[in-house]
């Protein structure tokens, strides 16, 4: 609003009409209401602005009806100019669309909201279905591109350069991280689905309609500089131009769709019509970085444990000793390689420093000698990528991480059966909202400020400890899984690593605590986990038996991955020799890779 306190506008109010030319302002004129009338489960309230000429002879009158079904969350938008003028008219309708939503309190990772346009493409069958790739814009590069306040712009939205040529515009979307509201053209209740209902086929283009979707600044502050925070975004929708005949009528219905971004919601035959779960994205970024089918998979994995725990904290415990024990032979065969690795390479440091010292001077030979003592020793230089197994689960980090901040499920819901809020009588905060930070302690008046530039959050006015565990369980991990130094220099660079984990909770301090629960329990279940490896190798060290290798049958994947890795080392080895880098180019030359061939 306005610092008077006034709204920036009203979303979905009519703006204007133009008749024959004539705009006519509708925004600053007195509508007149009928009773509001219930019809079953269905509330409406009419509506009505009567328009004159500059004589006092009428002109027509714009009628607007709004219905809401009782439990849902669509709302029905009738609007008519009846011409009463006598005579045909041509009109045309500007009216605002739905503005920002409010931003979530627990969006530590800055601000989320967007506006998503979805179509149709240009394809045949037409209609088979709606798309949203290109059809994203965040909030603040909308507030920083749409210049000066008040001045609208057509091309900012719809239509956009990124959009295929032919596409049409089936709905635009407003959203925040658990909420959205679609602006759509009504669907009919029925349609050509085997069951009678509507399919995506049946869905009347918003653009049919509404060919103009203009964005808006709106800054109460008028600054040069919008602050995102502040500033706020209006669509406004615009017809084309109608002729009406004398005694009859334009209709520009709409519907509009206001709720969760929940999958059972988003499920129902309209709402699944309009396509509407491509609203539900577990992304942080990128949605195909993020790996939406395994956030999905997780999420539906997790409600499946709350289905039979009853508890979204401890499903979340059971989701990471799932995700653990589902991981354990990449992470164990990860640490054994690494461990094989710091104690090879630790065993011929001694030689290696000989064969250093005497050809410093000719570098093509030193690498030389080194491969020929790799090759002596049986270590293989590949070896370093003995933690590449890690980087499976990446993916499964990731989408995990996406899912649990975005998970509609999580929000207000308390953790461990509200046990912290049962023997408090609701007075203690602590793990109250899975969806936002976990307020072990809230800090009395307005709370205080840490300069942290790199942190979104700069006013503290609650103690969280789930981070601050964090730190201390992430030093315990580390300790586990660093293998001992081979170098000095790698001697080196964990005592600088030795402070990562009191760096990185910082950036997970106003993290919603059910992902910080998930990471704390997932890094203790990895302690355990390194624990068991550790004893492993141990074993396996003091029966002599550590660098065995096991038979491989002929022709199988592994056999053609080991023969891969062993073609690898020979081009390094070679690559070496040869006085260049192992991983191919040569000393002070930059090669350009095409990546189009």
């Known amino acids: 609003g306005t610092p008077g306190g006034a709204p920036l506008f009203y979303p979905y109010a009519a703006r204007s009409i133009t008749v024959n030319g004539t705009v006519v302002r509708l925004d600053n004129q007195a509508f007149t209401a009928d009773e509001p009338t219930r019809t079953g489960a269905l509330s409406s309230v009419t509506y009505r602005l009567k328009l004159a000429d500059a004589g006092g002879s009428p002109v027509g009158e714009v009628v607007r009806t709004w219905t809401l079904p009782t439990g849902s969350y669509d709302l029905a938008l009738d609007q008519r100019f009846v011409n009463t003028s006598g005579r045909q008219l041509r009109i045309s309708l500007l009216q605002y669309g739905q503005g920002d939503l409010l931003q979530d309190e627990g969006a530590y990772v800055g601000d989320r909201r ?269 070896g370093i990528l003995g933690c590449a197994p890690m980087l499976l689960q990446t993916p499964i980090w990731i989408a995990l991480y996406a899912m649990l901040y975005y998970a509609i499920e999580l929000r207000h819901e308390p953790a461990f059966y509200g046990v912290f809020q049962a023997v408090s009588n609701g007075q203690w905060k602590f793990l109250a909202d899975l969806s936002v930070a976990d307020h072990f302690i809230d800090i009395p008046g307005s709370g205080f400020g840490i300069p942290l530039p790199f942190v979104d959050v700069k006013l503290f006015d609650y103690l969280n400890i789930l981070p601050i565990l964090m730190a201390f369980i992430f030093a315990i991990n580390m300790k586990f899984t660093t293998p001992p130094p081979a170098t000095p220099e790698q001697a080196q660079q964990q005592k600088i690593m030795r402070i990562m984990p009191f760096i990185f909770p910082i950036f997970l301090y106003s993290a919603p605590s059910g992902l910080t629960l998930y990471i704390c329990c997932s890094t203790m279940a990895g302690i355990v986990d390194s624990w068991i490896v550790r004893r492993h190798v141990k074993a396996a060290e003091d029966a002599g038996t550590l660098f065995d290798k096991k038979e491989v049958k002929p022709g199988s994947l592994k056999c053609k991955l080991q023969q891969r890795m062993a073609m690898a080392q020979e081009v390094a080895a070679k690559r070496m020799e040869e006085g260049g880098s192992p991983f191919g180019g040569s000393p002070g030359k930059k090669k350009v890779q095409n990546f189009k061939e």
């Open 114 to 382: 967007m506006f998503v346009t979805g179509y149709f493409r240009p394809e045949n069958p037409a209609k088979t279905g709606i798309y949203v790739d290109e059809g994203q814009w965040m909030h603040t590069s909308l507030v920083n591109s749409v210049d000066p306040p008040d001045q609208p712009r057509p091309d900012a939205v719809w239509p956009n350069a990124d959009t295929q040529a032919g596409s049409t515009l089936a709905w635009v979307a407003a959203e925040n991280r658990y909420f959205a509201v679609v602006t759509h053209a009504p669907v009919p209740a029925a349609g050509r689905g085997s069951n009678g209902e509507p399919t995506t086929a049946d869905v009347p283009a918003l653009q049919d309609t509404f060919p103009r979707v203009l964005v808006e600044l709106k800054d109460p502050t008028r600054a040069a500089q919008p602050d995102p925070n502040v500033a706020s975004v209006a669509l406004s929708l615009g017809t084309a131009d109608v002729d009406v005949a004398a005694g009859g009528e334009a209709s520009f219905p709409l519907a509009v769709f206001a709720g969760p971004r929940k999958e059972e919601l988003l499920e129902e035959p309209i709402y699944a019509a309009l396509n509407l779960e491509k609203l539900i994205r577990y992304e942080l970024g990128c949605t195909l970085c993020t790996f939406q089918f395994l956030a999905h998979g997780l999420l539906d994995y997790l409600r499946i444990l709350h289905t039979v725990v009853r508890d979204w904290g401890v499903a979340i415990i059971l989701l990471v000793l799932t995700v653990r024990l589902i991981l354990h032979p990449i992470t164990k065969r990860a640490q054994i390689n690494m461990m094989k690795m710091g104690r090879q390479m630790a065993a011929i440091q001694p030689e290696m420093a000989k064969v250093k010292e005497k050809f410093k001077d000719d570098p093509q030979k030193m690498n030389a000698e080194v491969m020929k003592l790799y090759k002596e020793k049986g270590v293989n230089p590949a």
